[in-house]
C-alpha cells in the first residue's frame, strides 16, 4: 500500500516510485472523460510491456487498445484514425513512436513533431478517449521542445525508473583506457604473465638489503595489481596495490602514490563503495594535476563520471567523461576517447535515446578494433547487445551477448562474463526459456558475490522475478538440484523496491 | 471602434496558455451581446490552426481562411448566403487539387460551406502548393476582392436580422484570427523568431490592408525583442495578457489579490465544492505559489495532483508529486548558459529584461521566465510596465541557487 502522506522533496530532479506512478496513472485513466493526454515515460520495452499489463490488471472493465508502431509514422494522428477500432476502446496506449524520431539533437524539428504540434485541436476529436503516450526519455523532452503547444494540453506525465533487476543492472563501465592491453591478454597468458611477476618478485625479495631494487618492486607491484584486476581477484590486486601505494610513500614517489590511489579507488568502485572509490579518485586527481600528467587526470575524471553514474548523477557523468574525451583527444589516445565514447552512449541509454548510444557504442566499437583492444569490444558488443534487448529485438540482442562473452570467457573476465550472463538470463526469463535462464543467473550471482559486487543484488531480485514467472515449485526443484541446498529465505521474500 | 472613423486593427499576445483563446472568446460574446444603445459588431472568430499547417504557410492561406470563415460564420449564425463570385469562381478553379472526383461532379462549390474542404489544405501539402500557385500572382486582387466581400457582408449586418439571430442590426465586422502566433514557418523563411518577423513585419501590409477591424494574435517573443515596437506603429494598440500576478515585484511577497482570483479561477471550476474540500491549506498555497500566475500551468498541477491522492482534501504530498515531472522537464532542458542570466534578473533591482538578448526571449517561450505587468507603486508609467520574474520552479531548482550564489553572473551587467 501506497503511503500518500510521505512528503518528498519535489524540487529534486527524479523519479517517484512505481508503485505511486503506476496509482497515479490508473487514477488518470478512470478519471478522464473525453480526451486527455497522458505521457508515461519509460526506457524499456520490457519494463513498458510489463508496467502496460500492470495497469489492464488494475482496471479489469476498461477496455484499451494497444497501438503499436514499429515503423515511423509522420503524422501520428492520421496513423490513429487508421487503426482505432469501432467500437472506441476506453482507453489508448501508443508505443514505438522513438521510430519515428531519429537519434539527433534535432529531433524536435522533425515533420513527426511538426506535425503533432500542429494537428494537436484535432485529437480530441478524433481521439475523445485518454490517449497515453508510452514514450522514452528523449522522444519526451523532444516532443515538450518541438510541440509546446501540444505539450501544454497535457494532463500529466508519468515517470518511470528502470527498475534495478532488469537492463538497468549489468551494464558494462568501461573504465579508463590505460591498461587496455593488459586486459585484452588471453586468459593463459594473464596466468603465465602472473606467475612470471610473482617469481621475480619473490626473488626481488630475497636479496640483501642493499642489492634491493625498491623501484622496480613498486613497478612489480603495480604490474601484478593490474593482471590480478584484470582476472576479477579482487582481494589480492588490492593487496598489491596497497603494497605499492605504502612503498611509494616510502620512496616519496608521488606520481606511483597517485596511481596506486587510483587504483585501489576502481577496486572499491567495483565493490559499490563509491564514498570511498571518490576520495581515492580525488587525492590522485590533486597530484595528477599537480604533475601535470594529463593522460592520468583524464582516466581520473573518466571514472569520477562512472562514479557520478552509478549515484545516478548524470549530468555531473556526462560533464566529466567529456573532459575526458577532450583530453584523450588532444594526447591521441584513442583507447582513452573510445572508453569516453562508450560510458557517454551509456547516459543516453539510460534516457532511452537509443539511437545517439547506439552511434556511440559504434564509433567506440570501431575504435577498439582498430587498435585490438578485444575488452573494448566485448564492452560495445555487450552494450549494443542491451540496446536490441530493451527494444525488444531478443535475436538480435542474443547474438551480440554471445559475441561479447565467447570473448570475456577467452580473456578470463569473470566480471564481464558474469554480467552478459545475467542478460542473457534475463533474456531468457523473458522469452520463457527458464531453465537456461535459472543457470546463467545463479552463476552469474555466485560470480557478483564473489567479487563482491553490488549486481549481485540485481542478480538476486532477477531470481526472484524467475522464480515468479516460472512457478515456485519448478524453480524451487531446480534450486535443489544445482545447489542441494532448501531454497533460502531471500528468494521467498518479495522483490527489493525501485531504489 | 465606436469612435474611430476608420478600420482599426489590435494585437494580443502573452504567454502560451495564459488564457488569449478564452478572452477572445469572451470577446466574441460580448461583441454582440450588447445593450440596444450600443453598437453591435459582428465577430468572426478563426481559429487559424484548423486551416494552417503552422510549419507551412503562405499568406494566402490566410487569406482563403478569412474568406471560408466569414462566409461560414454568415450562414450559420445569420442565415445570409455571400453571393460574392471572385472567390466562388477561385474556388471552383482550384477544387479539383483538394475535391475528390465525386464531389467535383457534384457541381459547383459554394462559398459558405466550402469550409471543411478548404480546412483540407491543411493536411495535403501538395495540394496546398498548387492552390498557393494559382491563388499568389493574384494576391493584390484578393485583397480587393476580400474587401469587396467585407462590403456584402457589412451590407447584410446593416439589415434588420432574422428574429432569433442577432438583437439588433451590427454595425461593422471584427475579425478575430487566433493562433496566428503559433505558426512556426512561411515560405521559405528560417524557422522560428525569422518566420514570425516575416509575417508579421515584412508582410505586414497585407495583414492591415484588409477594411474590417482586425485583431491578430502575436507571439510574445517577437513582441519583446527588438522589433517589438513596430509592430504597434505598424498595427495598432497591442494588449499583453501576462501572468496573474501573484507575488509582489522584487520582494517576491504574496500578492493576495492576484491569489484571490486565482482561488476565484479553480474554485469556479470545482462543480460546486469548497475549496477547502478539495484542497488542504498547504497544497492549495503550494500549487497556487508555484503555478507562478500561469492559469494554465495551475490547471494542470490541479488535475495531476487529484491522481496522486485517493481522498480528498488532497494532500500537500499529493501537490508536491504533480509539479516532480515539470521539476524534470525544466532541469533537463534549460540550456546551461541561461542559468546565470535567470539568475542575473532574479537578482537585478527593476526585475527587466535587457533590449535584445535572444536568450530572454527564448526564457519566455519555454516558461522558464514569466512576465507580469502592475508592478510600480504610483508611477503611471510604472504601473504598465511589464516586469519578469523567474518561473517560482525554476527558481527552487539547484542549478538555479547555485547560479544566484555565483558572484560573478551576479553582478556581470
Not at chain 1, 469501432?86 to 489508448?92: N, Y
Not at chain 1, 534475463?426 to 535459472?438: C, D, H, I, K, V
Not at chain 2, 465544492?273 to 498555497?285: M, P, S
Request: with cysteine; proline share 4%; net charge negative.
Amino acid at each position: 500500500m501506497i503511503d500518500h502522506a510521505t512528503e518528498i522533496d519535489p524540487f529534486a530532479p527524479g523519479t517517484l516510485d512505481q508503485e505511486t506512478e503506476l496509482a497515479a496513472l490508473t487514477h488518470a485513466l478512470e478519471f478522464a472523460s473525453g480526451f486527455s493526454l497522458l505521457f508515461v515515460l519509460c526506457n524499456q520495452a520490457p519494463q513498458r510491456r510489463r508496467l502496460m499489463a500492470e495497469v489492464r490488471a488494475r482496471l479489469p472493465q476498461f477496455t484499451i487498445q494497444e497501438i503499436h508502431f514499429s515503423e515511423p509514422v509522420n503524422h501520428l494522428l492520421d496513423a490513429l484514425r487508421e487503426r482505432l477500432t469501432s467500437p472506441l476502446p476506453d482507453a489508448v496506449f501508443v508505443s514505438g513512436l522513438e521510430h519515428s524520431l531519429p537519434a539527433l539533437a534535432s529531433a524536435s524539428t522533425t515533420s513527426f513533431i511538426a506535425n503533432l504540434n500542429a494537428s494537436r485541436n484535432s485529437f480530441p476529436q478524433a481521439v475523445p478517449r485518454p490517449l497515453v503516450l508510452w514514450v522514452p526519455e528523449y522522444v519526451l523532452a523532444a516532443m515538450a521542445q518541438g510541440a509546446p503547444d501540444l505539450f501544454s494540453i497535457r494532463s500529466g506525465v508519468y515517470a518511470f525508473a528502470a527498475s534495478p533487476d532488469e537492463l538497468a543492472g549489468f551494464a558494462h563501465t568501461l573504465s579508463a583506457g590505460e591498461h587496455w592491453q593488459t586486459h585484452s591478454l588471453p586468459l593463459a597468458e594473464k596466468r603465465d604473465r602472473t606467475a612470471a611477476i610473482e617469481r621475480l618478485l619473490a626473488e626481488y625479495e630475497t636479496l640483501p638489503i642493499g642489492q634491493r631494487d625498491r623501484r622496480a618492486e613498486l613497478r612489480l607491484f603495480d604490474r601484478l595489481g593490474v593482471l590480478l584486476y584484470a582476472q576479477g581477484n579482487y582481494p589480492e590486486a588490492l593487496h598489491q596495490f596497497q603494497r605499492a601505494l605504502k612503498l611509494a610513500e616510502e620512496l616519496g614517489d608521488v606520481a606511483g602514490v597517485a596511481s596506486s590511489l587510483h587504483q585501489i579507488g576502481m577496486l572499491h568502485q567495483v565493490r559499490g563503495n563509491y564514498e570511498e572509490a571518490l576520495d581515492h579518485y580525488q587525492r590522485s586527481l590533486k597530484t595528477l594535476e599537480e604533475l601535470s600528467d594529463m593522460a592520468g587526470v583524464a582516466s581520473s575524471l573518466h571514472n569520477i563520471g562512472a562514479l557520478h553514474q552509478a549515484r545516478g548523477n548524470y549530468e555531473a557523468a556526462l560533464d566529466h567523461y567529456q573532459r575526458s574525451l577532450k583530453i584523450a583527444e588532444e594526447l591521441s589516445d584513442m583507447a582513452g576517447v573510445a572508453s569516453s565514447l562508450h560510458q557517454i552512449g551509456n547516459l543516453h541509454f539510460i534516457r532511452g535515446n537509443y539511437e545517439a548510444a547506439l552511434d556511440h557504442y559504434q564509433h567506440s566499437l570501431k575504435i577498439a578494433e582498430g587498435l585490438g583492444n578485444v575488452t573494448g569490444v566485448a564492452g560495445s558488443l555487450h552494450q549494443i547487445g542491451r540496446l536490441h534487448h530493451a527494444r525488444g529485438n531478443y535475436e538480435e540482442a542474443l547474438d551480440h551477448y554471445q559475441r561479447s562473452l565467447k570473448i570475456t570467457e577467452e580473456l578470463g573476465d569473470v566480471a564481464s562474463v558474469a554480467r552478459t550472463q545475467g542478460l542473457i538470463g534475463l533474456l531468457f526469463s523473458e522469452t520463457g526459456n527458464y531453465t537456461e535462464a535459472f543457470q546463467l543467473l545463479l552463476s552469474a550471482l555466485a560470480t557478483f558475490r564473489q567479487l563482491q559486487s553490488p549486481n549481485a543484488r540485481i542478480a538476486e531480485n532477477s531470481l526472484k522475478t524467475l522464480r515468479a514467472r516460472w512457478g515456485e515449485q519448478a524453480f524451487d526443484a531446480a534450486w535443489r538440484a544445482a545447489t542441494g541446498e532448501d531454497v533460502p529465505e531471500w528468494l521467498q521474500e518479495v522483490r527489493d523496491e525501485i531504489s | 471602434m465606436t469612435l474611430a472613423n476608420d478600420h482599426l486593427c489590435f494585437l494580443l499576445s502573452g504567454h502560451i496558455g495564459c488564457g488569449k483563446s478564452s478572452e477572445l472568446k469572451r470577446l466574441e460574446r460580448a461583441l454582440t451581446d450588447v445593450a440596444p444603445t450600443e453598437d453591435c459588431y459582428f465577430p468572426v472568430l478563426i481559429d487559424v490552426s484548423e486551416y494552417l499547417d503552422d510549419y507551412d504557410v503562405s499568406v494566402t492561406d490566410i487569406l482563403l481562411a478569412i474568406v471560408t470563415e466569414l462566409a461560414d460564420t454568415l450562414r450559420a449564425k445569420l442565415n445570409v448566403e455571400l453571393k460574392d463570385s471572385y472567390f466562388t469562381k477561385r474556388l471552383n478553379e482550384i477544387k479539383e487539387f483538394f475535391l475528390s472526383e465525386v464531389e467535383i461532379k457534384e457541381g459547383e462549390l459554394s462559398l459558405g460551406s466550402a469550409k471543411a474542404k478548404i480546412q483540407r489544405l491543411k493536411k495535403d501539402p501538395t495540394a496546398r502548393q498548387k492552390v498557393r500557385e494559382l491563388l499568389e500572382p493574384k494576391m493584390s486582387t484578393m485583397l480587393e476582392e476580400i474587401n469587396l466581400v467585407f462590403e456584402e457582408a457589412r451590407l447584410a449586418l446593416k439589415k434588420q436580422p432574422q428574429p432569433g439571430l442577432l438583437k439588433q442590426p451590427c454595425r461593422d465586422l471584427v475579425i478575430i484570427l487566433d493562433n496566428l502566433e503559433k505558426i512556426r514557418k512561411i515560405g521559405a523563411v528560417e524557422e522560428g523568431l525569422a518566420s514570425q518577423r516575416e509575417l508579421f513585419l515584412e508582410r505586414y501590409t497585407q495583414l492591415t490592408g484588409m477594411r474590417a477591424h482586425f485583431i491578430y494574435t502575436v507571439p510574445l517573443r517577437l513582441v519583446r525583442s527588438a522589433d517589438g515596437p513596430q509592430l504597434e506603429q505598424r498595427y495598432g494598440p497591442l494588449f499583453v495578457l501576462p501572468m496573474i500576478k501573484v507575488i509582489e515585484r522584487g520582494t517576491r511577497e504574496p500578492f493576495s489579490a492576484g491569489v484571490t482570483s486565482m482561488m476565484e479561477i479553480l474554485r469556479k471550476r470545482l462543480g460546486g465544492l469548497e475549496l477547502e474540500e478539495v484542497f488542504h491549506a498547504e497544497a492549495l498555497d503550494f500549487l497556487l505559489i508555484y503555478s507562478g500566475g500561469h492559469v494554465r500551468n495551475l490547471m494542470i498541477f490541479v488535475q495531476n495532483a487529484c491522481t496522486y491522492t485517493t481522498t480528498l482534501p488532497i494532500p500537500l504530498s499529493a501537490a508536491q508529486k504533480a509539479i516532480k515531472q515539470t521539476v524534470n522537464t525544466y532541469s533537463s532542458s534549460i540550456p546551461e548558459n541561461h542559468w546565470g542570466k535567470l539568475a542575473k534578473l532574479d537578482l537585478s533591482p527593476d526585475q527587466r529584461v535587457p533590449n535584445g538578448d535572444e536568450d530572454y526571449l527564448k526564457m519566455l517561450e519555454n516558461l522558464s521566465l514569466l512576465e507580469y505587468v502592475n508592478g510600480g507603486d504610483d508611477d503611471i508609467f510604472a504601473k504598465a510596465e511589464p516586469w519578469y520574474a523567474v518561473n517560482p520552479i525554476v527558481r527552487e531548482l539547484k542549478k538555479f541557487t547555485e547560479a544566484r550564489q555565483k558572484p560573478t553572473d551576479a553582478k556581470q551587467s
